[in-house]
Nanobody, 115 residues
Framework: QVQLVESGGGLVQAGGSLRLSCVASGRIFSIGAMGWYRQAPGKERELVTTITRGGITNYSDSVKGRFTISRDSAKNTAYLQMNSLKPEDTAVYYC?????????WGQGTQVTVSS
């Protein structure tokens, strides 16, 4: 089993920045792709960004140019740098990771952007 723990969420004013972290632990052989998703109240969970083990990234159009995903594979950790935050970025942010053909999810961290 693999456990994912997110941190770094909070309340920030529009235009501000936050950095989320996601640490994987447990019985890890090799973490593959990692990603960040978010879910706003009353909406479905949506993809924010992903990064492969080799560092190839993918972003949703809504965050492209403002958010940056990175990872430290030696530490089994992924990061999400969020700049120029908007009220519509308010959501619970979830980390996920693939390990030996299974997908794991964290418990989520709340990000609230005030106008």
């Amino acid at each position: 089993q693999v456990q994912l723990v997110e941190s770094g969420g909070g309340l920030v004013q529009a235009g501000g920045s936050l950095r989320l972290s996601c640490v994987a632990s447990g019985r890890i052989f090799s973490i593959g792709a990692m990603g960040w998703y978010r879910q706003a109240p009353g909406k479905e969970r949506e993809l924010v960004t992903t990064i492969t083990r080799g560092g190839i990234t993918n972003y949703s159009d809504s965050v492209k140019g403002r958010f940056t995903i990175s990872r430290d594979s030696a530490k089994n950790t992924a990061y999400l740098q969020m700049n120029s935050l908007k009220p519509e970025d308010t959501a619970v942010y979830y980390c996920n990771a693939n390990e030996r053909l299974r997908t794991y999810w964290g418990q989520g961290t709340q990000v609230t952007v005030s106008s």
